[in-house]
């Protein structure tokens, strides 16, 4: 294993974030996992912001669409928190789910921590991805949600029911107890005109112990790039960006889809160093000549 660096002008710096204060908006309860951890990790000070709805910037329950990208989320809630607060640095967190990344088939959740410093000019961007419990189910019956909320983790992983189907624009969320769970399904029953409930998780935060533990992971990802300091220039946030392709066939030589490199960048000065992984080889099971 080598580097290969790519040499930059800019002055080094000093950057040490311990005892700093942070801006962290959030409504959500996210504080319980993100502050342990960057406090542990960094020293830092993370303080909670209030004084924001922010739902306003989209919700999972859809009666708020969510403008722009994941990040482009994450970044308006740093930025606000900052203002709030008065603090140059800010962070915040945004979740995304779908279908996992390799079979398409399993639900995904994936959480971005942003970090942004303002007397560095520099932001910095996390994340952790993992399976979820994200899942609905339209029912006929309480039996039938009583059936999809065990499956889903209730009462631990709360949960929303709205009549009718998924579009219907009055809800009930936040359901944490069979007593209240009960009483909304059959609210939704006897409301919706075609005698059904959709019963879904809530994906909010404090509602879901498993996007928590995501968060948390996303947390430590921030933290291990941030105690990562350019050579360069010193600034955090020295890590991984992209890899280099093309690790050759152990059996025939010709270069395959398997990485032989990993790029290292800076967020503030862009110096960069590709580094060899140890690997010399790759199985010829993922060679395209060997095994088509």
Not at 1 to 11: I, L, V
Not at 12 to 34: M, N, S
Not at 61 to 74: F, K, N, Y
Request: aromatic content about 6%; proline content about 4%.
């Amino acid at each position: 294993m080598h580097n290969k660096s790519t040499q930059t002008d800019q002055q080094p710096i000093t950057c040490d974030y311990r005892d700093q204060q942070v801006a962290l908006l959030t409504q959500h309860g996210k504080e319980d996992v993100i502050v342990p951890v960057l406090a542990k990790l960094l020293g830092c000070r993370v303080e909670k912001v209030e004084g924001f709805d922010t739902d306003r910037l989209g919700t999972f329950t859809r009666d708020i669409a969510r403008e722009g990208s994941q990040l482009d989320a994450a970044r308006k809630k740093a930025r606000i928190g900052m203002e709030l607060s008065g603090l140059s640095i800010g962070i915040a967190s945004e979740g995304s789910f779908g279908t996992d990344p390799f079979t398409g088939m399993l639900p995904w959740n994936r959480e971005l921590l942003i970090w942004i410093d303002d007397r560095l000019g520099i932001e910095i961007v996390a994340t952790s991805a993992g399976k979820t419990n994200c899942s609905h189910r339209l029912v006929d019956t309480w039996e039938e949600a009583e059936d999809f909320a065990r499956s889903a983790g209730f009462p631990e992983h709360h949960l929303v029911v709205r009549p009718t189907d998924e579009k219907h624009p009055e809800l009930r969320k936040g359901l944490a107890d069979w007593v209240s769970l009960q009483d909304a399904v059959t609210w939704a029953l006897n409301f919706a005109e075609n005698r059904r409930a959709f019963v879904e998780t809530d994906m909010r935060a404090f509602a879901n112990p498993t996007r928590m533990e995501n968060i948390r992971l996303a947390a430590e990802d921030l933290a291990r790039r941030l105690i990562s300091q350019c050579p360069a220039c010193s600034a955090p946030g020295f890590s991984i960006v992209g890899l280099v392709r093309g690790l050759p066939c152990e059996d025939c030589g010709i270069p395959t889809n398997e990485a032989k490199a990993d790029i290292h960048r800076c967020v503030r000065c862009e110096h960069q160093i590709l580094v060899e992984r140890e690997l010399e080889y790759a199985s010829a099971k993922f060679c395209d000549y060997c095994n088509p």
